[in-house]
């Protein structure tokens, strides 16, 4: 909402990763508004359910459009949205809870198809509108509500998962970033094809990873995050796994494929040798 | 004897031809003016398993499958067995005598299909031997079958008269075989061709091609019975600029991704049967909340859980009117005849863009696989609707005031958010009770625009009536026009509009003493849904996953309504 609205009462933490993600997107949209001369209304934020998806709420300044559904269901929503209208900009926002959970089943069969969006997911490692329960990349072991002995599974690996999967975009950012989170963003809408932006967006409520994640010299604590190198080869989807398995959290783009043509764009070679006929002319075909 | 009405069964095993011939037999006749409809069944996997069609030929329209079996065709002895209690007295049974022999029954004999079809050399005849064995048997004269393989098989090929010539020989031989046999039923009513034109459709290629008519932008949905033939059909036609139809992974994204499409604009639309329905529960909640207009049909089948895939039952109407929770009631329009399934698919898609929110179109597996002759709708009198939408004026806001409003789209102005959480008119999280008040109103509110006074009605001063839904309306009417011609007074209600009902009906409904709701479901649903509404409504259930019989319908009409009238004398 571009102005304060009285009814609104939703308000994220101080200190909330969240921030950083909400002033990345708006950077990007931006961003791609002065690159493309597109007016903001061409951009829809599809937005998951949970801390994160109150994102498409809080965003300052010019409005896109945008939708916040139920759980889980950020990526079919989406699907819908481009093949429906292809000119628009499409980019969904959501938790590791609502995307990597109760929505993980959409992620394969959108990936498989290339559907030219942008995902970018806010990974904090817990359920926090909830109040503190285990998601799939809380650590193995750690004590949550809802894992009162320590959590029973081991935590997924989103970036391995979406590089399993078939993404074609694969990014690795840090809401502490904006700016450099925003160019990653911007990369991952201008990509013909499915890409996700995976972010490090810390709860500093339940699961505050900051001084993990950016390391304390004087306590001794290395930083887990780390820039990716820029001999890194993106196309290599080797060398990008062996990126994802080394000790550590690189940030920056792990891997690009620009080789494989989007569903979009499927879908019109295939569709254009489909005969077109009128109402009227497939009437005649059951007419005796 | 003079015969008006023809009814055959096809039963053997899948794959042996039984649909084929069933359907091969409604075109022949309707091609020379006959009315002619299906009934089938299926078993559900993919070769083999007892499978048996019904076709009615008639000189008159016809309103249900027909209850006594006129001649049986058993392909194998199971069918025989299973089926022979069907035939009526005085009826016959065809049996393919190159599969198994029977003795002792006088009112059968043997037709060597396969052989006689090898012998035209064309092994793919088979259909045509037997229908010139049944068309000896009602007297059809030969020439009406020899049109009917000349128009099928003459399609511009080298071996167009060579397939022509075998196929003619075949129903020669299926004739000649049954000539020897010297059984014969009566003399089938020369047809009066209809004046106006017709098309041959199964129900879900009439909502199909209802949807299409009615201006359908977007598609998707995933496989299930009796559904698929509906995204088979749009995969295939709904091409072109601005067009979309996919196979998506599962129902939750087939809702979810229509709830995409219809915010973005299009006239959205997708075709599921029970089971699919039940997971998009969620989906059609935030479509009534955020206020996005799209169109599930639902494809009745046996239910719950993976129920009875490939049988007939009306058991969906409470889910397809309350299908989320919260407070949520979503218009439904239930189809009885092929004809309404084309008029129904575009009702719904014009009343999801008038009230901008989900429509269920209900249809139910033995309509969508009846193969009838309709009149051809006329698509010169289809007025596609569009929703409202909001072209530009500063400070607009999607869900301002208490009735329905213009809907900005994406890339146009008046950016909002569409949510499915409790909103104020931006569209933005709200949790205040004034407001949930006022937003819970509007929703409901706008159920008002579909109000339409569209419904049959006969005997209306009868204290009695019968109102059936859906496909009972066929087997009902005929049910009702038998008991007119025994004397029996009883009114007669229909309306494929279930909710919001006509109110006009309503207001006659409440009037009655007492409305006999005919519904295949063992509840009745709909009669509940009736007593909510005021008016005293008893059902006749039948839960088999078959159609009602006609006669069946009759004596429970009879009784009822006499019970009631000695009721009232004594009251």
Redesign the interface.
Same mark, same amino acid.
């Given at each position: 909402m571009s102005k304060k609205n009285p009814e609104y009462d939703f308000k994220w933490c101080p200190g909330c990763g969240d921030f950083g993600v909400r002033r990345a997107i708006e950077f990007a949209m931006i961003n791609r508004l002065e690159e493309t001369g597109q007016p903001m209304e061409n951009n829809v934020v599809v937005a998951g359910i949970g801390c994160s998806g109150n994102l498409v709420h809080l965003l300052e300044g010019q409005q896109p459009y945008g939708f916040h559904g139920i759980h889980g269901r950020t990526l079919p929503v989406a699907m819908g949205v481009k093949m429906a209208r292809p000119e628009l900009n499409v980019v969904v926002v959501a938790g590791d809870g609502d995307f990597l959970s109760i929505g993980g089943e959409h992620i394969g069969p959108q990936a498989a198809r290339n559907l030219n969006i942008c995902a970018v997911i806010m990974d904090n490692g817990v359920y926090g509108l909830t109040k503190g329960q285990s998601s799939p990349t809380t650590q193995l072991g750690t004590v949550t509500s809802s894992t009162p002995y320590g959590k029973i599974e081991a935590e997924a690996d989103p970036l391995e998962l979406y590089l399993t999967l078939g993404a074609t975009y694969i990014a690795s950012g840090f809401s502490g970033q904006p700016r450099e989170l925003a160019k990653l963003i911007n990369q991952g809408m201008d990509h013909e094809g499915f890409a996700m932006v995976h972010v490090q967006s810390p709860c500093t409520t339940y699961n505050d990873t900051y001084e993990l994640m950016k390391g304390n010299a004087r306590k001794g604590i290395e930083p887990l995050m780390y820039d990716i190198p820029e001999e890194h080869d993106v196309s290599d989807k080797g060398a990008a796994y062996n990126l994802i398995h080394q000790r550590g959290l690189p940030v920056g783009v792990i891997y690009k494929d620009e080789t494989r043509p989007s569903l979009q764009q499927r879908l019109e070679d295939i569709k254009a040798k489909a005969p077109r006929r009128s109402v009227e002319d497939l009437m005649d075909s059951f007419a005796f | 004897m003079q015969m008006r009405d023809f009814v055959v069964r096809f039963a053997g095993e899948g794959g042996q031809g039984v649909v084929t011939s069933a359907e091969g037999l409604a075109?022949a006749s309707?091609?020379v003016g006959y009315h002619a409809l299906t009934y089938a069944t299926f078993p559900s996997q993919i070769l083999g398993g007892p499978t048996w069609t019904q076709a009615r030929i008639s000189v008159d329209p016809i309103l249900s499958a027909g209850d006594d079996v006129d001649v049986l065709v058993a392909f194998n002895r199971e069918a025989y067995d299973t089926h022979r209690e069907d035939v009526r007295d005085g009826g016959l049974v065809i049996y393919n005598s190159n599969d198994f022999q029977l003795d002792g029954d006088d009112r059968s004999y043997g037709l060597p299909i396969d052989e006689l079809a090898r012998t035209t050399g064309n092994n793919r005849a088979a259909n045509m031997v037997i229908m010139g064995a049944l068309a000896h048997l009602v007297n059809m004269p030969q020439t009406y079958l020899e049109e009917f393989v000349e /128009?099928r098989f003459r399609r511009g090929r080298a071996n167009d008269d060579e397939i022509i010539d075998s196929n003619n020989l075949a129903l020669k031989l299926g004739r000649d075989e049954t000539s020897q046999s010297g059984f014969v039923l009566g003399d089938l009513t020369p047809p009066e061709m209809p004046e106006y034109?017709?098309?041959?459709?199964k129900g879900n290629?009439a909502i199909s091609?209802g949807a299409? /008519?009615a201006g359908l @932008? #977007?598609y &998707?949905g995933y496989p299930i019975s009796p559904a698929t033939t509906i995204l088979v059909f749009m995969e295939?036609?709904l091409? +072109?600029e601005g067009k #979309?139809a *996919?196979q998506?992974?599962?129902e939750?994204?087939s809702i979810? $991704?229509?709830? +995409?499409?219809? *915010? $973005? +604009?299009?006239k /959205?639309m997708t075709a599921t049967a029970g089971p699919g329905f039940s997971l998009m529960s969620?989906?059609l909640?935030?479509g009534w909340m $955020?206020e996005i207009p799209l169109v599930v049909v639902d494809v009745q089948r046996g239910g719950p859980a993976t129920g009875l895939p490939t049988k007939t039952e009306q058991s969906d109407l409470l889910a397809c009117m309350f299908p989320a929770h919260g407070d949520v009631k979503l218009p439904v329009i239930a189809v009885g005849t092929v004809e309404e399934c084309f008029f129904g698919a575009v009702k719904a898609l014009n009343w999801a863009e008038r009230y901008q929110g989900p429509v269920i179109l209900m249809t139910e597996m033995a309509l969508a696989e009846r193969v009838q002759?309709i009149h051809?709708?006329d698509?010169s009198k289809v007025q596609p609707e569009r929703r409202m939408i909001y072209d530009g004026n500063n400070g607009y806001n999607r869900y301002q005031g208490n009735e329905i409003s213009p809907m900005?789209l994406?890339?146009?102005?008046g950016? *909002? &958010? /569409?949510?499915?959480?409790e909103h @104020?008119e931006? +569209? @933005?999280?709200?949790?205040?009770p004034s407001?949930h008040v006022q937003m819970t109103e509007r929703r409901f509110g706008k159920l008002k625009l579909l109000e339409e006074n569209e419904y049959e009605a006969e005997n209306t001063n009868e204290p009695v009536a019968v109102m059936p839904w859906g496909g009972s309306k066929g087997p009902a009417l005929e049910a009702f026009n038998q008991l007119q011609e025994q004397g029996v007074s009883v009114g007669w209600y229909y309306t494929m509009l279930l909710s919001p009902l006509p109110p006009k009906l309503l207001e006659e409904l409440r009037q009655k003493e007492l409305v006999i709701v005919p519904e295949l479901n063992y509840q009745g649903q709909f009669s509940g849904i009736l007593r909510s509404q005021g008016v005293n409504a008893v059902s006749i259930t039948q839960y088999t996953g078959l159609p009602f019989k006609v006669r069946d319908l009759v004596k429970r009409i009879t009784e009822m309504n006499n019970s009631h009238r000695k009721e009232m004398v004594r009251a």
């Amino acid at each position: 909402m571009s102005k304060k609205n009285p009814e609104y009462d939703f308000k994220w933490c101080p200190g909330c990763g969240d921030f950083g993600v909400r002033r990345a997107i708006e950077f990007a949209m931006i961003n791609r508004l002065e690159e493309t001369g597109q007016p903001m209304e061409n951009n829809v934020v599809v937005a998951g359910i949970g801390c994160s998806g109150n994102l498409v709420h809080l965003l300052e300044g010019q409005q896109p459009y945008g939708f916040h559904g139920i759980h889980g269901r950020t990526l079919p929503v989406a699907m819908g949205v481009k093949m429906a209208r292809p000119e628009l900009n499409v980019v969904v926002v959501a938790g590791d809870g609502d995307f990597l959970s109760i929505g993980g089943e959409h992620i394969g069969p959108q990936a498989a198809r290339n559907l030219n969006i942008c995902a970018v997911i806010m990974d904090n490692g817990v359920y926090g509108l909830t109040k503190g329960q285990s998601s799939p990349t809380t650590q193995l072991g750690t004590v949550t509500s809802s894992t009162p002995y320590g959590k029973i599974e081991a935590e997924a690996d989103p970036l391995e998962l979406y590089l399993t999967l078939g993404a074609t975009y694969i990014a690795s950012g840090f809401s502490g970033q904006p700016r450099e989170l925003a160019k990653l963003i911007n990369q991952g809408m201008d990509h013909e094809g499915f890409a996700m932006v995976h972010v490090q967006s810390p709860c500093t409520t339940y699961n505050d990873t900051y001084e993990l994640m950016k390391g304390n010299a004087r306590k001794g604590i290395e930083p887990l995050m780390y820039d990716i190198p820029e001999e890194h080869d993106v196309s290599d989807k080797g060398a990008a796994y062996n990126l994802i398995h080394q000790r550590g959290l690189p940030v920056g783009v792990i891997y690009k494929d620009e080789t494989r043509p989007s569903l979009q764009q499927r879908l019109e070679d295939i569709k254009a040798k489909a005969p077109r006929r009128s109402v009227e002319d497939l009437m005649d075909s059951f007419a005796f | 004897m003079q015969m008006r009405d023809f009814v055959v069964r096809f039963a053997g095993e899948g794959g042996q031809g039984v649909v084929t011939s069933a359907e091969g037999l409604a075109q022949a006749s309707t091609q020379v003016g006959y009315h002619a409809l299906t009934y089938a069944t299926f078993p559900s996997q993919i070769l083999g398993g007892p499978t048996w069609t019904q076709a009615r030929i008639s000189v008159d329209p016809i309103l249900s499958a027909g209850d006594d079996v006129d001649v049986l065709v058993a392909f194998n002895r199971e069918a025989y067995d299973t089926h022979r209690e069907d035939v009526r007295d005085g009826g016959l049974v065809i049996y393919n005598s190159n599969d198994f022999q029977l003795d002792g029954d006088d009112r059968s004999y043997g037709l060597p299909i396969d052989e006689l079809a090898r012998t035209t050399g064309n092994n793919r005849a088979a259909n045509m031997v037997i229908m010139g064995a049944l068309a000896h048997l009602v007297n059809m004269p030969q020439t009406y079958l020899e049109e009917f393989v000349e /128009a099928r098989f003459r399609r511009g090929r080298a071996n167009d008269d060579e397939i022509i010539d075998s196929n003619n020989l075949a129903l020669k031989l299926g004739r000649d075989e049954t000539s020897q046999s010297g059984f014969v039923l009566g003399d089938l009513t020369p047809p009066e061709m209809p004046e106006y034109p017709q098309v041959m459709l199964k129900g879900n290629e009439a909502i199909s091609l209802g949807a299409l /008519a009615a201006g359908l @932008d #977007f598609y &998707v949905g995933y496989p299930i019975s009796p559904a698929t033939t509906i995204l088979v059909f749009m995969e295939r036609n709904l091409v +072109g600029e601005g067009k #979309f139809a *996919y196979q998506v992974s599962s129902e939750i994204e087939s809702i979810t $991704a229509l709830l +995409g499409g219809g *915010y $973005a +604009g299009k006239k /959205a639309m997708t075709a599921t049967a029970g089971p699919g329905f039940s997971l998009m529960s969620e989906g059609l909640g935030l479509g009534w909340m $955020a206020e996005i207009p799209l169109v599930v049909v639902d494809v009745q089948r046996g239910g719950p859980a993976t129920g009875l895939p490939t049988k007939t039952e009306q058991s969906d109407l409470l889910a397809c009117m309350f299908p989320a929770h919260g407070d949520v009631k979503l218009p439904v329009i239930a189809v009885g005849t092929v004809e309404e399934c084309f008029f129904g698919a575009v009702k719904a898609l014009n009343w999801a863009e008038r009230y901008q929110g989900p429509v269920i179109l209900m249809t139910e597996m033995a309509l969508a696989e009846r193969v009838q002759n309709i009149h051809r709708p006329d698509l010169s009198k289809v007025q596609p609707e569009r929703r409202m939408i909001y072209d530009g004026n500063n400070g607009y806001n999607r869900y301002q005031g208490n009735e329905i409003s213009p809907m900005p789209l994406p890339g146009g102005p008046g950016a *909002y &958010v /569409a949510n499915g959480s409790e909103h @104020d008119e931006m +569209g @933005d999280t709200t949790h205040l009770p004034s407001r949930h008040v006022q937003m819970t109103e509007r929703r409901f509110g706008k159920l008002k625009l579909l109000e339409e006074n569209e419904y049959e009605a006969e005997n209306t001063n009868e204290p009695v009536a019968v109102m059936p839904w859906g496909g009972s309306k066929g087997p009902a009417l005929e049910a009702f026009n038998q008991l007119q011609e025994q004397g029996v007074s009883v009114g007669w209600y229909y309306t494929m509009l279930l909710s919001p009902l006509p109110p006009k009906l309503l207001e006659e409904l409440r009037q009655k003493e007492l409305v006999i709701v005919p519904e295949l479901n063992y509840q009745g649903q709909f009669s509940g849904i009736l007593r909510s509404q005021g008016v005293n409504a008893v059902s006749i259930t039948q839960y088999t996953g078959l159609p009602f019989k006609v006669r069946d319908l009759v004596k429970r009409i009879t009784e009822m309504n006499n019970s009631h009238r000695k009721e009232m004398v004594r009251a």
